[in-house]
């Protein structure tokens, strides 16, 4: 007998057909360069020009600072005007260097989430290096924001060691998966003291924008929606899901394509059951309908 497919399911509160959670990146003042002591310059760039040589890209490190001077405050805007709850992942020295970024998260009421202390990778640091790494990120962001953060998402990597630090630290929640399309459990990593998993999505984020030149904001429109569509519909039939959209200052903010988050929002406020949610919010009230 072949084994049945069980749906991964969750209601969610007011009978929402839809758990939408808008994840704003704050990488910017935080990428790698020889300024901060790196090896080398930061290679994600959006003309893919990388050099491994211990020079510095000052084109580059120009282009991260329009995501704080210009794309900011376009995407804090939109974010009132349609009054949308995000969590923003925000590296530690980020907020750091640009403490009006803090003061918008703060003023906003919105979730801060730690993506690091830095926005470097964490993969290769032994136990005691990626302690201290967590550690001063909750400090950091505390001290900026007002907030300490309750949840985490590395730069694309994480060790062995990481989920159960995490736990160890206090975090309600992890957001390195991308398994499905609601919040669970992970009751295995450290028996007696479950974490809750927060999927992210990757296919709808605004990086594809910067990793395939072809790829337009129209393109990425009209995939957010078909994304936002389809779950809205599966929970029409009685079968909720959540969706992540994952934005970046410097990608989403410029004027080119930020047209393109106004018109996905407008297209999400013409639906009623939608619940608009930080990710905590999510990790909450999992919790409340499945205890841990």
């Known amino acids: 007998m072949r084994p049945m497919l069980n749906e991964e399911r969750i209601d969610w509160p007011n009978d929402a057909k839809i758990a939408l959670s808008i994840v704003v990146n704050v990488e910017e003042g935080s990428e790698m360069t020889v300024a901060r002591g790196d090896r080398g310059m930061e290679p994600v760039d ?71 202390y ?11 290096a990626e302690r201290d790494f967590i550690r001063k990120a909750v ?23 990481t989920r159960r630090l995490l736990i160890e630290e ?25 974490i ?4 992210y999505q990757l296919d709808d984020n605004d990086m594809k924008m910067w990793t395939d030149p072809a790829y337009t904001p129209a393109n990425w429109l009209d995939y957010a929606k078909t994304c936002f569509d389809q779950l809205y519909r599966e929970g029409m039939e009685g079968n909720p899901k959540m969706m ?21 929002l407008k297209h999400v406020r013409a639906h009623d059951g939608v619940w608009v949610a930080t990710r905590r919010e999510i990790a909450q009230h999992l919790a409340k309908v499945d205890r841990a």
């Open 118 to 128: 830095r926005w470097v990778h964490q993969f290769k640091m032994d136990e005691a």
């Open 244 to 264: 992540s959209l994952g934005l970046h200052l410097r990608i989403i903010g410029r004027p080119g394509r930020i047209w393109a988050f106004e018109a996905f």
């Open 196 to 199: 809750a998993i927060v999927p």
């Open 139 to 161: 400090a950091s962001i505390e001290a900026t924001t007002g907030t300490r953060p309750y949840g985490w998402l590395s730069r694309y990597f994480h060790t062995d060691n």
């Open 46 to 116: 959006e003309l893919g020009i990388h050099i491994k040589s211990p020079i510095r890209n000052y084109g580059n490190e120009s282009n991260y600072l329009y995501g704080i001077k210009a794309g900011a405050p376009r995407i804090v805007k939109l974010l009132r005007e349609h009054d949308i709850k995000a969590s923003w992942t925000v590296a530690a020295l980020s907020l750091e260097n640009h403490p009006e970024i803090a003061a918008a998260i703060r003023d906003l009421g919105h979730e801060p989430v730690s993506h690091g």
């Open 170 to 194: 206090g975090f309600d929640y992890h957001m390195d998966d991308y398994s499905g399309d609601i919040p669970f459990w992970d009751r295995t990593t450290v028996p007696g003291r479950p």
